[in-house]
């Protein structure tokens, strides 16, 4: 039974930090490329950021860019994401998924379709 499970969240000020972590059992993990979504209150759930199989290659949406880093460590079926600066517009449940893919260095898709497992999500909300 494939399960993803996520920590991390919570309520930060403006300009805060926060590290989420998913963590990954019941499959192969290092066979997946994993990926961040999130979804505010109302609003469709959006990429945020993905990560290859391998760790060497990320994308990130615009929003995010230059503020949030994804990693992973194979060996602990572990993937992360720094969120650093944050804005109140960041106040949404972060999702981490995964699709398999035979490609170690390529980065999986933003679309939320194409990833297969999903956590249950982390709250994060940023005051103003």
């Known amino acids: 039974q494939v399960q993803l499970v996520e920590s991390g969240g919570g309520l930060v000020q403006a300009g805060g930090s926060l590290r989420l972590s998913c963590a990954a059992s019941?499959?192969?993990?290092?066979?997946?490329?994993m990926a961040w979504f999130r979804q505010a209150p109302g609003k469709e759930r959006e990429f945020v950021a993905a990560?290859?199989?391998?760790?060497?290659?990320?994308d990130y949406a615009d929003s995010v860019k230059g503020r949030f880093t994804a990693s992973r460590d194979n060996a602990k079926n572990t993937v992360s994401l720094q969120v650093n600066s944050l804005k109140p517009e960041d106040t949404a449940v972060y999702y981490c998924?995964?699709?398999?893919?035979?490609?170690?260095?390529?980065?999986?898709?933003?679309?939320?379709?194409?990833?297969?497992?999903w956590g249950q999500g982390t709250q994060v909300t940023v005051s103003s």
């Open positions: 998924a995964a699709t398999l893919t035979s490609r170690w260095g390529t980065i999986g898709s933003r679309r939320s379709d194409e990833y297969g497992y």
């Open positions: 019941g499959l192969s993990f290092s066979d997946y490329a």
């Open positions: 990560i290859s199989r391998s760790g060497g290659s990320t």
